[in-house]
């Protein structure tokens, strides 16, 4: 059964940090490429990062120079360190999986998804 358990999320004010982590279980995590994506209230969700099996990292533009993505495939965990944040970045928070190569920034590439975790940014 495969399960991807978001957490790390609450309320932080602007220009401050949070770390999320999503712990994978169920299938084989080292081959898979991890992502975050979010959805903001009223908005479509939107790519945010992707970390490929290979290391390979690529980011949204909106988030470049202020999150980083990482993965421990010895605990199956992928986390996203968010620093300067901005109330825009209140969203929920969502890490997915996805079998495929390459940089994928496309949400219907990814096959499995966690339920998600509230980021709210205070001004």
């Known amino acids: 059964q495969v399960q991807l358990v978001e957490s790390g999320g609450g309320l932080v004010q602007a220009g401050g940090p949070l770390r999320l982590s999503c712990a994978a279980s169920?299938?084989?995590?080292?081959?898979?490429?991890m992502a975050w994506f979010r959805q903001a209230p009223g908005k479509e969700r939107e790519f945010v990062a992707v970390i490929t099996n290979g290391g390979i990292k690529y980011y949204a533009d909106f988030v470049k120079g202020r999150f980083t993505i990482s993965r421990d495939n010895f605990e199956n965990t992928v986390f996203l360190q968010m620093n300067s944040l901005k109330p825009e970045d209140t969203a929920i928070y969502y890490c997915?999986?996805?079998?495929?190569?390459?940089?994928?920034?496309?949400?219907?590439?990814?096959?499995?998804w966690g339920q998600g975790t509230q980021v709210t940014v205070s001004s």
């Open positions: 997915a999986a996805s079998p495929r190569g390459g940089v994928l920034r496309n949400e219907m590439l990814y096959d499995y």
């Open positions: 169920g299938f084989t995590f080292s081959s898979f490429a």
